[in-house]
């Protein structure tokens, strides 16, 4: 179970990968982490970010995600393992490895008494790049901090800090951009902003990948996602065929009479009563309607209504992410 | 290399003392005043010359290198301990710069600032006291590296603090006494024998020495055993510096 990566990967997604697989932009190979107080914070972790994908990275607080972040990113110094950036290792190679990247720490540090505007043109700078006002201009621009570029940082509410530190991430025009919870403490409608920023970048050409606690978050956005769970990678799979693959779908139908229990004619479909009879609940798996058992529903309504069951109303319901991802941490401990 | 970064990191730092020019130069230049007044004007009317120089005279030097010494201490270890202690030190560490470029911009600010100090204070020095100097190009070399050497001491200092108690404590317990037992105030001739090989253990003795003789060309020690004393440092702490940045010791995890 060294390769946890490989074990999960399932015909379906083999299939649906592009036959000759562009070289991915982060190769993480074998890495581990052991801090000096002895904690194993990342173990023997294998994983590829693919070029111009925006990648989840799920898991409980303490999983290791701002680990395997900080070492890609140089700020922790790996036990074990390499982290190839566009080819380039990020130790040997550091230069050429850092100057792709930009990050946006979990947590908000600023420079209290600079302003947004020197701020973000020191981080340019420090990326060894030329200065370009054109380009900051458009970075504050689009992250609605233009009109406060001459205010002190110190004077900023939170979530316009974040959107500094994000303005500090861009202002070096990297190839991949690291998000570590860019969401925490956002309101929701700033929160759509940064989406459609993160999108917008996405569709330039950068490579994002965005650590959340907010599932919705990473349903959203994710092209593909990771797990994350004491410092193993419990799986990675696209979004979409993650939801279909572990989604388990409900018909929910109900009942103008309240049943005692379920006809012996149905007795052979997986069904349940609840709320004391008032409703019937079918539970099937939408991604493969020949699994065992599975029949058409209009075949399974039609049954229901050979035995002489009225329904009022009835509704589907797919599992979401969430619940997916609490099931999942919850076998592996 | 990496010229935008130091330039960067560089004029950050000139920036910051730029924002704090009262507490960066004109603090250092009021203390210094009161030295004068109080050691060159009250006691230095009682004392007469020291080896052919007035004692208001005689104390410039020292006067300067105390000043050097702290304020290239406090100055370089500040700069390097807020970022970490705010946290905003992520950014240089994960940027594509080498050691080598952020200690260069980080030591080369702490260190301009205080070499412009010392010129300052010099100035002052001037308003007080007839002041000639023999040695000027030698002057100026010991004002740089003296600023650079302990630009770099205070550099590790602020890497190696974890408190603001810890960033306080070597200045304060080391720095501040080893400078005034160094003779800026007296000429070790003045102290009996016994003291005076004791003294001869303290390293700013030979900074002061040989600062004072760039002046008026009297030492307590050789000019050459000063210089040597500087570069001592200097490669002392540049190992020490690189031996921080090689283990990634306080810095990277
Ligand atoms: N410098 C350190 N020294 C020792 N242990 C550390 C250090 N940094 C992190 N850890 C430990 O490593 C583990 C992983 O931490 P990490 O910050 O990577 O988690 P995370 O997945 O980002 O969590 P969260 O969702 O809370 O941000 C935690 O148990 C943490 O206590
Ligand atoms: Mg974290």
């Known amino acids: 179970m060294s390769h946890p990566t490989a074990t999960v990967s399932s015909p379906a997604t083999a299939s649906s990968a592009p036959a000759a697989e562009p070289a991915p932009v982060i190769e993480i190979i074998g890495l581990s982490k052991r801090y000096d107080s002895g904690f194993e914070a990342l173990k023997q972790v294998d994983l590829e970010i693919r070029r111009g994908e925006i990648f989840a990275l799920l898991g409980p607080n303490g999983a290791g995600k701002t680990t395997l972040i900080s070492i890609i990113c140089g700020l922790v ?68 901090l233009w009109d406060k570029r001459k205010n002190k940082l110190i004077t900023l509410s939170g979530g316009m800090k974040r959107r500094v530190l994000i303005a500090k991430a861009l202002a070096h025009e990297p190839e991949i951009l690291f998000l570590d919870e860019p969401t925490a403490g956002v309101d929701v409608a700033l929160r759509r902003d940064m989406w459609e920023v993160v999108r917008e970048l996405r569709a330039s050409g950068v490579t994002i990948i965005l650590t959340t606690h907010y599932i919705e978050e990473a349903e959203e956005m994710a092209d593909r996602i990771g797990v994350i769970n004491g410092g193993e990678i419990v799986l990675v799979r696209e979004k979409q065929a993650l939801m279909r693959q572990l989604g388990s779908k409900q018909l929910t139908l109900q009942l103008q009479q309240p049943l005692a229990s379920v006809p ?26 020949n699994a065992q058992g599975q029949v058409p529903i209009s075949t399974l309504l039609n049954d229901i209504e050979a035995a002489g069951i009225r329904f009022k109303d009835l509704h589907t319901k797919q599992s979401s992410l969430e619940e997916i991802f609490v099931k999942l941490v919850r076998e592996r401990q | 290399m990496n010229l935008q970064a ?28 009161l030295y004068f007044v109080v050691f060159g004007a009250a006691i230095g009317s009682r004392i007469q010359e020291v080896e052919g120089v007035s004692y208001g005279a005689f104390i410039v030097p020292g006067l300067i290198m105390l000043m050097l010494l702290t304020q290239s201490v406090s100055n370089a270890s500040f700069g390097i301990f807020f970022p970490k202690f705010t946290g905003t030190i992520y950014e240089v560490m994960s940027a594509p710069i080498s050691y080598f470029e952020i200690v260069l911009g980080y030591v080369g600010a702490a260190a301009s600032k205080s070499a412009v100090l010392g010129l300052v204070i010099l100035g002052t020095a001037n308003f007080f006291v007839d002041l000639h100097i023999l040695h000027p190009f ?53 102290l009996p024998s016994v003291w005076q090989a004791v003294t001869l253990a303290n390293p700013v003795v030979y900074l002061v020495s040989g600062f004072r003789w760039s002046f008026y060309g009297i030492s307590d020690v050789s000019v050459v055993a000063s210089l040597v004393m500087v570069f001592v440092f200097l490669g002392v702490s540049l190992a020490v510096v690189n031996w921080i940045f090689r283990t990634g010791y306080r810095l990277r995890p």
């Open chain 2, 138 to 190: 030698m002057m100026l070399l010991f004002l740089v590296l003296t600023a650079i050497t302990f630009s770099l001491l205070g550099f590790i200092i602020g890497i190696w603090a974890d408190s603001f108690e810890k960033l306080q404590l070597v200045p304060l317990l080391i720095i501040t006494p080893l400078t005034f037992l160094g003779g800026s105030f007296y000429s070790i001739d003045m």
């Open chain 1, 264 to 289: 012996p004619a149905l007795s052979h479909y997986p069904l349940a009563l609840d709320e004391g009879g008032s409703v019937l609940v079918y539970t099937y798996d939408a991604s493969d309607p």
């Open chain 1, 77 to 144: 110094n790996a036990s074990a393992g390499q982290v190839l950036v566009d080819g380039h290792d990020n130790v040997s190679a550091y230069r050429a490895a850092r100057a792709k990247i930009g990050l946006v720490p979990q947590e908000l540090t600023s420079d209290a008494f600079e302003t947004v505007w020197n701020t973000v043109r020191f981080s340019r700078g420090l990326f060894g790049r030329k200065p370009d006002d054109a380009h900051i201009e458009r970075v504050l621009k689009s992250l609605s």
């Open chain 2, 6 to 33: 130091v330039r960067a990191i560089y004029c950050f730092e000139m920036a910051r003392a730029g924002r704090t020019l009262l507490q960066s130069l004109v603090s250092p230049v009021i203390s210094t005043s």
